[in-house]
């Protein structure tokens, strides 16, 4: 029939067992690796991609911690959305912003 020796191929323990913890934390490294991500996309704003109030809050506060009596945080309303934001709510500045945007 067929002419050619065939070789069973033995898997080793150790190379079984390897292989079987690799897989289930390689899906479970690129689940987090997901989920960090997303998480990131939550602390920015989707239109500016500038730090969300709370996150720059969180990051404000950590810096004043680290650095003490030597910084000062100084928040700067440029663009005067604030105004937009109090008065009408934050999608109608949003809305504002992204039609000036273009």
């Not at 898997?11 to 913890?21: E, N, S, V």
């Not at 928040?75 to 992204?98: L, P, S, Y």
């Amino acid at each position: 029939m067929n002419s050619v020796p065939r070789q069973q191929a033995r898997i080793g323990q150790r190379a079984l067992l390897l292989t079987t913890a690799a897989l289930p934390l390689t899906g479970w490294a690129i689940h987090a690796a997901a989920l960090h991500k997303q998480l990131a996309a939550t602390r920015r704003d989707p239109l500016t991609g500038l730090l969300r109030r709370d996150a720059y809050t969180t990051r404000a506060r950590r810096i004043l911690a680290r650095h003490g009596d030597d910084v000062a945080v100084v928040m700067v309303d440029a663009d005067h959305f604030k105004q937009i934001n109090d008065g009408m709510g934050h999608e109608a500045g949003d809305t504002e912003r992204f039609s000036t945007s273009r």
